[in-house]
T-cell receptor
Framework: SQQGEEDPQALSIQEGENATMNCSYKTSINNLQWYRQNSGRGLVHLILIRSNEREKHSGRLRVTLDTSKKSSSLLITASRAADTASYFCATELGYSTLTFGKGTMLLVSP | ETGVTQSPTHLIKTRGQQVTLRCSSQSGHNTVSWYQQALGQGPQFIFQYYREEENGRGNFPPRFSGLQFPNYSSELNVNALELDDSALYLC????????????????FGPGTRLTVL
């Protein structure tokens, strides 16, 4: 079953624009992680935010977590064509078991 | 590059056959998790191994089994293959300290694409 659900399913923007993806989940979590996947290959870990954190930054990435609303957002600023990929949120309920959503497909056009 | 390797890259099998997929974890990692990703879906947790013991299992039938070796590498075995087993199989390694409930970020390998005809 899907714990996290990303929104939108697909997003198409121009280079230089910001991209925002949202994730909602159903149950209490230890942490929430965002991953990127290029062309159906391996997942690349982007950022981890723990349940007691509200915001985290890493380079052009900004992640927020609202545990009261059971939601998270990933903001990519000044997007590049190389950011084109699928983005997944994954919640960790315990014992490092990750539950993924279906992902957001991001297309960044030059 | 995460340091996690998987073999083979691609595999084609027929229904009813058995398959073994392999994963070498990143140096220093003692935990390996396996995920199945069907086309257009997010990865689904199959099971996890910590110190050679199964440490959690998702909603997959017993014909999905695994092993972890003393060097922390791992195998995923699938018996009696079905068409729906066609998917990308991902392994992820991580470091667990002080017990299976304390685990760091998981680092994924490139995956094995299994096609069942």
């Amino acid at each position: 079953s899907q714990q996290g659900e990303e929104d939108p399913q697909a997003l198409s923007i121009q280079e230089g624009e910001n991209a925002t993806m949202n994730c909602s989940y159903k149950t209490s979590i230890n942490n929430l992680q965002w991953y990127r996947q290029n062309s159906g290959r391996g997942l690349v870990h982007l950022i981890l935010i723990r349940s007691n954190e509200r915001e985290k930054h890493s380079g052009r990435l900004r992640v927020t977590l609202d545990t009261s609303k059971k939601s998270s957002s990933l903001l990519i600023t000044a997007s590049r064509a190389a950011d084109t990929a699928s983005y997944f949120c994954a919640t960790e309920l315990g014992y490092s078991t990750l539950t993924f959503g279906k992902g957001t497909m991001l297309l960044v056009s030059p | 590059e995460t340091g996690v390797t998987q073999s083979p890259t691609h595999l084609i099998k027929t229904r009813g056959q058995q398959v073994t997929l392999r994963c070498s974890s990143q140096s220093g990692h003692n935990t390996v998790s396996w995920y199945q990703q069907a086309l257009g879906q997010g990865p689904q947790f199959i099971f996890q191994y910590y110190r050679e013991e199964e440490n959690g299992r998702g909603n997959f039938p017993p014909r999905f089994s695994g092993l972890q070796f003393p060097n922390y590498s791992s195998e995923l075995n699938v018996n009696a293959l079905e068409l729906d087993d066609s998917a990308l199989y991902l392994c992820a390694s991580s470091s667990t300290r002080g017990g299976p409930e304390n685990t760091d970020t998981q680092y994924f390998g490139p995956g094995t694409r299994l096609t069942v005809l």
